[in-house]
């Protein structure tokens, strides 16, 4: 991997992620609907940390990829039984609205598979390896605000992941 795109994407998008307040708005939008919908039960910093856990990896990627390109589920499916388990040490700390982000990984999943022969570019072992590092950082960023050692709006790294997929398609 390029340590050097990755860090330059990760700063560009985390700047670009806290200037659209993309975990704030998120965060004020769930708050509301919780309060409205759900009688304001659940904490919704579960729903925003699982998330994010489990749609930023390459195995989600490369997972869907190629269940949608070749018909093989194995790796989509491993992750399925490694994202229960950390599933429920979430739900431990966050409670039920950890389950709530099985919304969003049908989303995530679901649109890599169902688009996947549009998205064949993203497998290259360069890109994926880039990829890897910017949501290896972001997954850190996420263990980090677990142990309580750093405050960190990881939903505002997320433009980071556009923005090293960018670099890759311009071939630099």
Do not use: W
């Not at 965060?27 to 940390?49: H, M």
């Amino acid at each position: 991997s390029d340590i050097i795109p990755i860090v330059f994407c990760l700063v560009l998008g985390s700047f670009s992620g806290a200037a659209l307040r993309l975990e704030d708005r998120l965060n004020d939008s769930l708050n509301r609907l919780n309060g409205s919908c759900l009688s304001g039960k659940y904490d919704t910093q579960g729903f925003i940390v699982a998330s994010t856990l489990f749609c930023v990896g390459s195995m989600t990627i490369i997972g869907s990829l190629k269940d949608g390109l070749y018909n093989d589920g194995m790796l989509i499916k491993t992750k399925s039984v490694m994202d229960g388990f950390a599933a429920l040490l979430l739900a431990s700390r966050y409670g039920v609205s950890v389950a709530f982000s099985a919304a969003t990984v049908f989303v995530v999943q679901g649109g890599l598979t169902l688009f996947s022969k549009h998205l064949s570019v993203l497998t290259s072992q360069r890109m994926m390896n880039n990829i890897d590092g910017v949501g290896g950082i972001i997954v850190l960023a996420i263990g980090l605000n677990l142990l309580k050692l750093k405050s960190t709006k990881t939903l505002d790294m997320l433009p980071s992941l556009l923005l090293i997929v960018l670099y890759g398609l311009l071939g630099f």
